[in-house]
């Protein structure tokens, strides 16, 4: 089984500041057939279902705005969001759907 | 627009069994793999279970293996989760999910429904 774990357990950030998140899988996420990161990246607000912002380790689901940027490959992900508003403050939450499914454990995001 | 609608949650004893369904609408329900994702209150998210389009695959995590099945009827648009032997860590938000078009990541949610395991 794919572990997932996520730095920091949380953070809290200025308005206009850059947040950045880190995730890391047990086992590289690279499938090598077609150079595909199978990483996604979801935020949770209290109360809410999660919802997606970024597969494929790099695309933006439709939607999101592009203050949120994925990176990474192998067995190491960043989430960054360039520049934090009020609205980004949630749990964020990397996948792993290489093999089956599983998450890391969250990072909670504050306005410092 | 896409709806995911859970029903079926409640309070059920230690032993007992649950059937949670959810209802979808607004898109082609057989061409979706679905998934059924927990969290437990306060806890972070753990994927439970999905199921390919035509139900001939499904997965699990090892924790609800030989305990829970996933199944779906592509004609009435609707999934469930079987859930048989309930134990205490069972407690949970259950919330019915989509797999995008490109299995990569759930791009729609139900707003979850309740499981509590408790006597």
């Known amino acids: 089984d794919i572990v997932m774990t996520q730095s920091p357990d949380s953070l809290a950030v200025s308005l206009g500041e850059r947040a950045t998140i880190n995730c890391k899988s047990s086992?590289?996420?690279?499938?090598?057939?077609?150079?595909?990161?199978?990483l996604a990246w979801y935020q949770q607000k209290p109360g809410q279902p999660p919802k997606l912002l970024i597969y494929?380790?790099?695309t933006r689901e439709s939607g999101v705005p592009d203050r949120f940027s994925g990176s990474g490959s192998g067995t190491d992900f960043t989430l960054t969001i360039s520049s934090l508003q009020a609205e980004d403050v949630a749990v964020y939450y990397c996948?792993?759907?290489?093999?089956?499914?599983?998450f890391g454990p969250g990072t909670k995001v504050d306005i410092k | 627009e896409v709806q995911l609608v859970e029903s079926g949650g409640g309070l059920v004893q230690p032993g007992g069994s649950l059937r949670l369904s959810c209802a979808a609408s607004?898109?082609?329900?057989?061409?979706?793999?679905m998934s059924w994702v927990r969290q437990a209150p306060g806890k972070g998210l753990e994927w439970v279970a999905n199921?390919?389009?035509?139900?001939?695959?499904?997965y699990y995590v090892d924790s609800v293996k030989g305990r829970f099945t996933a199944s779906r009827d592509n004609a009435k648009n609707s999934l469930h989760l079987q859930m048989n032997s309930l134990r205490a860590e069972d407690t949970a938000v259950y919330y019915c999910?989509?797999?995008?078009?490109?299995?990569?990541?759930?791009?729609?949610w139900g707003q979850g429904t309740l499981v509590t395991v408790s006597s």
């Open positions: 086992q590289s996420v690279l499938y090598s057939s077609n150079n595909k990161n199978y």
């Open positions: 999910a989509r797999v995008n078009i490109e299995a990569a990541g759930e791009d729609y």
């Open positions: 494929w380790a790099s």
């Open positions: 607004g898109f082609t329900f057989s061409s979706y793999w």
């Open positions: 996948q792993q759907y290489y093999s089956t499914r599983s």
């Open positions: 199921v390919k389009q035509d139900g001939s695959e499904k």
